[in-house]
Antibody
Framework: QVQLKETGPGLVQPTQTLSITCTVS????????MQWVRQTPGKGLEWMGF???????EYNSEFKSRLSISRDTSKNQVFLKMNSLKTEDTGVYYC?????????????WGQGVMVTVSS | DIQMTQSPASLSASLGETISIECRAS??????LAWYQQKSGKSPQLLIYAANRLQDGVPSRFSGSGSGTQYSLKISGMQPEDEGDYFCLQGSKFPPLTFGSGTKLEIK
């Protein structure tokens, strides 16, 4: 049974770093692309980036050099780190798995983690 | 970046009514398009991929069509459980993958 679950801090202060972990089960991270998507009041759904099954990454330039995606295959975890947080980064952050055979469609999503950026 | 223009922003439909939602891409996306449904407080769910392929477990009243820059999602016979937000996503050119702005579908 495929499952994804994000865990994160909930509240982050402006200028600080956000760290979210996506823990997966029921499949191998070495067989699927894993995406990060966020949903904010200001911009709606935004694709942030992905880590390929082989471990390389692609990012949305919107996040410039603030964003990093990595993984630990032994722990079945994918990580998102984003620094220099702003209030506009407030929103729900999702990890999602690619559809088998289609790397850019996402069939399973986590429940999302709400992140509030505020002092 | 490819821009996805989705319309309408909101829609109200009667039970049993057939409705369509449109997405227009700023350039040809060669049918690399998906449709998602998101219910209040939940994660998006994949309905359609590759423009017209129905995801496993999705009711057959949902269908997708289109090519080039113009795509549509049709619901043939609105049901109460179809209320929610609908988004398109282009997977043709990245980075970035880009979503439409969404359509809020309600029952009249």
């Amino acid at each position: 049974q495929v499952q994804l679950k994000e865990t994160g801090p909930g509240l982050v202060q402006p200028t600080q770093t956000l760290s979210i972990t996506c823990t997966v089960s029921g499949f191998s991270l070495t067989s699927y692309y894993m995406q990060w998507v966020r949903q904010t009041p200001g911009k709606g759904l935004e694709w942030m980036g992905f880590i390929r099954s082989g471990g390389s990454t692609e990012y949305n330039s919107e996040f410039k050099s603030r964003l990093s995606i990595s993984r630990d295959t032994s722990k079945n975890q994918v990580f998102l780190k984003m620094n220099s947080l702003k209030t506009e980064d407030t929103g729900v952050y999702y990890c999602a798995r690619s559809l088998p055979g289609y790397n850019y469609y996402f069939d399973y999503w986590g429940q999302g983690v709400m992140v509030t950026v505020s002092s | 970046d490819i821009q996805m223009t989705q319309s309408p922003a909101s829609l109200s439909a009667s039970l049993g009514e057939t409705i369509s939602i449109e997405c227009r891409a700023s350039e040809d996306i060669y049918s690399n398009l998906a449709w998602y449904q998101q219910k209040s407080g939940k994660s998006p769910q994949l309905l359609i991929y590759a423009a017209n392929r129905l995801q496993d477990g999705v009711p057959s009243r949902f269908s997708g069509s289109g090519s080039g820059t113009q795509y549509s999602l049709k619901i043939s016979g609105m049901q109460p459980e179809d209320e929610g937000d609908y988004f398109c996503l282009q997977g043709s050119k990245f980075p970035p993958l880009t979503f439409g702005s969404g359509t809020k579908l309600e029952i009249k």
